[in-house]
């Protein structure tokens, strides 16, 4: 179910999936397909007022969500993919999935081979995915994953997760001991976490 609320002349359209057996009302963002609530009850007056409430919030991220560089919505509109921070013309014979699978494995674990000398540490495993949200992360048992989709983004971000995630070995956490040991490799890591936001880890 569709419908729109305004809020100081914006019109904000979202999706309503009830559920209930959810305990909470949850409102998510998607690059894509906007805002999306799910709810435990369809009361649609409880549901907009709470919208009105965090309607501030949700134009926040609905920009920030604009504007990044989506691969679906790039390689719809002009039949390019994102490589190395670059648009390029996809292959008519190659997916984003293929294209990815073939291009991201290679270029992570020789950098992850370069890193670990560095740092000093070492994954019990490394292996990749398709994820929505996160670009990489670290088990307890240091085992590594990270995003297919990586080879999207400009070099120095993926050396940068790559030392995120490698960080992780020794600080299971992101206290001030985790960032010290990140900025004593990379300390420009900051402006990377600010290029990372005008991409989306996302495939479709």
């Not at 057996?21 to 799910?38: A, C, E, M, Q, S």
């Not at 309607?55 to 560089?69: C, D, G, M, P, V």
């Not at 691969?71 to 990815?100: D, V």
């Not at 989709?149 to 299971?172: D, F, G, N, R, W």
Request: charged share 20%.
């Amino acid at each position: 179910m569709t419908k729109t609320i305004e809020y100081e002349g914006h019109v904000l359209s979202y999706s309503l999936f009830v559920n209930r057996r959810l305990k909470h009302l949850y409102i998510t963002i998607d690059p894509i397909k906007g805002v999306i609530v799910k709810s435990p009850f369809s009361a649609i007056d409880t549901i907009e007022t709470l919208l009105l409430q965090k309607a501030s919030w949700i134009l926040s991220k609905l920009h920030a969500a604009q504007e990044r560089t989506h691969i679906g919505r790039l390689l719809e509109t002009e039949g390019k993919i994102l490589y190395l921070g670059e648009a390029i013309l996809l292959s008519s014979f190659q997916t984003p999935e293929l294209f990815y699978k073939e291009k991201t494995p290679p270029l992570v674990n020789r950098l992850v081979e370069e890193w670990s000398f560095l740092m000093g540490v070492k994954p019990t495993k490394v292996s990749f995915r398709q994820a929505k949200k996160r670009w990489g992360s670290c088990s307890y048992r240091n085992e590594l994953s990270f995003n297919l989709s990586l080879a999207q983004l400009p070099l120095e971000c993926i050396a940068y997760i790559v030392v995120h995630e490698l960080a992780h070995i020794t600080h299971k956490h992101h206290q001030k001991a985790f960032w010290e040991c990140v900025a004593s490799f990379m300390p420009e890591y900051k402006n990377h976490e600010i290029t990372l936001k005008k991409f989306s880890p996302s495939l479709i």
